[in-house]
């Protein structure tokens, strides 16, 4: 039902900036609505990068504050994920998702989402 497709991925040195794209299709909003972005470096968990609610609040993971922007665009259906200052650390597969249900600061670490995207690459070099 819910299609999820994210782009924007690349590789960029270190210090530089790159802007994730998110286009989600069939969800179903409620006031239980969490959509946000996750990342996943090889051999690593899954981590959440920054979620928003069903009210725009937005949380962001405390390694990516100051540097990652969260925006969207509701009659595009599309999230965003403005990274700047990208460090190496930063390097991974970056996964849009969309669910239901708590949406702070503890769903960082919770990625039990019921729609995923294919992910898209960022490497940050050196």
């Known amino acids: 039902q819910v299609q999820v497709v994210e782009s924007g991925g690349g590789s960029v040195q270190a210090g530089g900036s790159l802007r994730l794209s998110c286009v989600v299709s069939?969800?179903?909003?409620?006031?239980?609505?969490?959509v946000g972005w996750f990342r996943q470096a090889p051999g690593k968990e899954r981590e959440g990068v920054v979620v928003l609610d069903a009210v725009g609040s937005i949380t962001y993971r405390d390694s990516v504050k100051g540097r990652f922007t969260l925006s969207k665009d509701d009659a595009k259906n599309t999230l965003y994920l403005q990274m700047n200052s990208l460090k190496p650390e930063d390097t991974a597969a970056y996964y849009c998702a969309a669910g239901w249900g708590i949406c702070g600061r503890e769903r960082l670490d919770r990625p039990d989402f019921r729609s995923w995207g294919q992910g898209t690459q960022v490497i940050v070099t050196s």
């Open positions: 069939g969800y179903q909003y409620s006031s239980r609505s969490c």
